[in-house]
Nanobody, 116 residues
Framework: QVQLVESGGGLVQPGGSLRLSCAAS????????MGWYRRAPGKQRELVAS???????NYADSVKGRFTISRDNAKNTMYLQMNSLKPEDTAVYSC??????????WGKGTQVTVSS
């Protein structure tokens, strides 16, 4: 069965960095476009970054220039490098698979808290 497992979240001070990982299993990872979503308390879920199966990337304006999405198909793993973190980046971050007709599967998420 498909599993997406996130790791790498935690507490970081404003201006700090974190790298999130998403380990995929039960699917042919290299076939799929993938993405990172986040949900902050009281807010709608937001797609912050996506990467195609060929490596093309897109970012939300709120993270452009600070976050970098990447993937290693040999390791069935996707990453999100987050730099210059701000308190408003605090959220649960989840990775997701795009079936080609939209995102259809999400991991449980990892908490990122940016606070001094």
């Amino acid at each position: 069965q498909v599993q997406l497992v996130e790791s790498g979240g935690g507490l970081v001070q404003p201006g700090g960095s974190l790298r999130l990982s998403c380990a995929a299993s039960g699917m042919i990872f290299s076939f799929y476009d993938m993405g990172w979503y986040r949900r902050a308390p009281g807010k709608q879920r937001e797609l912050v970054a996506s990467i195609s199966n060929g490596g093309s990337t897109n970012y939300a304006d709120s993270v452009k220039g600070r976050f970098t999405i990447s993937r290693d198909n040999a390791k069935n793993t996707m990453y999100l490098q987050m730099n210059s973190l701000k308190p408003e980046d605090t959220a649960v971050y989840s990775c997701a698979r795009n079936s080609g007709r939209g995102f259809d599967f999400w991991g449980k998420g990892t908490q990122v808290t940016v606070s001094s």
